[in-house]
């Protein structure tokens, strides 16, 4: 059984848990952080940072599947800005420095800003979801579409929203969003090391 609810204080630990484990070998990471040990412990820290200093700005909910943690998103309603570099290193995000490597992690947040620049670019209603990720070890049971569509689309909707939108750097992710209604409005592509990265933007009316 697949039930949803906002995210619970207590909960916090094992969502960034589950979040490390779905990001360790995505595209959006591997290019810019190679050494798996180094990417493991950047997610690590750079995950419990964007959780608990986005505590009072995104909205975060959990799907679990049998009273078991099943996914987590991240969810941001309009007119939210991220906190400040400033903010960010006083919470301790100069340790993803040192484990992520400087000129990784600089040139990775630099293509994440422009990544989701589109996105924040469309009218004053637009959500934006900046994560969405299943366990690795049940996807593909159909959690994440409906994670959406029951859960997420329906809090946009709650909030006023009149669209939700994100970014994706991976092509299987590009054709679950067109499968759940998203349509691609932006892509460019982006270079590191030798390493190419394409990013598509896609959005939903609410």
Known sequence: MLTFEKMHPEQRDECILLAVRAHEEYVFIT??????????????????IEFCINEGNAIFLTANENHSLAAVAMLYPPGIHRPSDIAYLKAGFWKAFLY????????W??????????????????????????????QGKGIGSRFIQEYIIPTVKAGGGDKLCLFTNSEINRKFYIKNGFREFDAREFSYKGNKLGSWSYCIDI
Request: glycine fraction near 4%.
């Open 31 to 48: 290019s810019y952080i190679s050494d798996t040990r180094r990417r493991h412990r950047f997610l690590e820290c750079a995950l419990k």
């Open 100 to 107: 992520g490597g400087f000129h990784n992690v600089c040139s």
């Open 109 to 138: 947040t630099a293509m994440n800003d422009r990544a989701s620049a589109p996105c924040h670019e469309l009218s004053e209603k637009t959500w934006y979801l900046s994560m969405i990720t299943v366990d690795p070890t049940i």
